[in-house]
């Protein structure tokens, strides 16, 4: 099966900037939708952003469009969420996810990814 691992959390303050990474390895990565969520406790998890397998789509949460991009690059298995004029309320544990024949309302609900990473941690301080 696909294994997935973010990398590239940590702590920044209020309006800088962060770039998550998330490897995949197992299966091929092509043909795979790739999506962010994020999740604080007590919270369910939250779509953030979503990528089709050829790149072609993208789809973005209203609280994170016009500040994050999501891309992929399916040579090195992995997808990418650059994260600009970051807030507070972005903190957040962020997981990487992988669906297979994803439509565009799928893409935005985490029951339709079958592949999870663990997660990296963002923190952003005021």
């Known amino acids: 099966q696909v294994q997935l691992v973010e990398s590239g959390g940590g702590l920044v303050q209020a309006g800088g900037s962060l770039r998550l990474s998330c490897a995949a390895s197992?299966?091929?990565?092509?043909?795979?939708?790739m999506g962010w969520f994020r999740q604080v406790p007590g919270k369910e998890r939250e779509f953030v952003t979503a990528?089709?397998?050829?790149?072609?789509?993208?789809y973005y949460a209203d609280a994170v469009r016009g500040r994050f991009t999501i891309s992929r690059d399916n040579a090195k298995n992995t997808v990418y969420l650059q994260m600009n004029s970051l807030k507070p309320e972005d903190t957040a544990v962020y997981l990487c996810?992988?669906?297979?024949?994803?439509?565009?309302?799928?893409?935005?609900?985490?029951?339709?990814?079958?592949?999870w990473g663990q997660g990296t941690q963002v923190t952003v301080s005021s």
């Open positions: 990528i089709s397998w050829s790149g072609g789509s993208t």
């Open positions: 197992g299966r091929t990565f092509s043909g795979f939708g």
């Open positions: 996810a992988a669906g297979l024949l994803l439509t565009p309302t799928q893409f935005l609900r985490a029951p339709f990814y079958a592949y």
